[in-house]
């Protein structure tokens, strides 16, 4: 007897050997946390909440969804040997590091953060009266100890809606943000109706994730919270159902 097929929810399309091409992560299946003054939800493994499915995709190996209330925020704490990328969807959020930088993220920004060799680092919701509602990203860097760096962007200056917008690469081609891994992260803010879409080249693997709104991706509907991994295709049509943003990560 062959292998068992993955369980049908993870089916959404075959190829003739059984491959699977695209499966979902639901928002409903991810791992949460609530504390007084935070909410998160993890799509891969994290903290206390652990998924033997879901460790990692790629280079790609946290992608947390955070609500920080008022007031609140992260404690200074360290990391090393990651790339973290931090992008707010609504609200501000104040961040400070060992090498010296503070600023403030807000929508249409993103932050990328080299820990290399090792830095420390605090995240603080600066409003008295409005919760940050955030994406906290990290991916494995293509070779440990680099020298810690920063570096951050509004990508929303430039303007493009309707189609995706690239925002971070491993070359840093076209003057995006830099990432030390060979992935780049394209981000799309979709009316009703339009329609975005991205080729992968042969070995590469994309990662899908719905931040705002309904999508379908290749035909199958995916909601706010909803991600999806993607292997052996070659053509990704996004498009929305109503009102939408998704980020999308082509990962080597």
Request: aromatic share 8%; charged share 25%.
């Amino acid at each position: 007897m062959g292998s068992p097929l993955p369980r049908p929810e993870l089916i959404c399309r075959l190829r003739g050997k059984g491959e699977i091409l695209i499966t979902p992560r639901r928002s409903r299946n991810r791992g949460h946390t609530k504390i007084d003054w935070l909410e998160s939800y993890h799509t891969f493994s994290f903290d206390q909440f652990y998924d033997p499915k879901f460790m990692s995709f790629r280079s790609l190996r946290v992608l947390n969804e955070d609500w920080v209330r008022p007031g609140a925020g992260f404690p200074t704490h360290p990391h090393r040997d990651m790339e973290i990328i931090t992008v707010v969807l609504e609200g501000a959020l104040e961040h400070k590091e060992s090498m010296g930088n503070g600023s403030v993220i807000r929508p249409g920004d993103i932050q990328r953060m080299s820990a290399g060799t090792g830095i420390t680092h605090s995240e603080f919701n600066p409003s008295e009266t409005e919760p940050v509602h955030l994406l906290q990203i990290w991916l494995l860097p293509s070779e440990r100890g680099l020298t810690p760096s920063y570096e951050q962007q509004n990508y929303a200056d430039a303007g493009q809606t309707g189609k995706l917008q690239l925002i971070a690469a491993g070359d840093g081609r076209d003057g995006v943000v830099r990432i030390h891994q060979d992935a780049d992260l394209w981000v799309a803010q979709l009316t009703a109706g339009e329609q975005a879409t991205h080729t992968l080249r042969p070995d590469r693997h994309a990662w899908l994730q719905v931040s705002g709104g309904t999508v379908s991706l290749n035909g199958i509907e995916f909601q706010a919270g909803d991600a999806a991994a993607v292997s052996e295709e070659d053509r990704l049509e996004v498009k929305a159902t109503d009102e939408a943003k998704v980020f999308l990560f082509d990962l080597g």
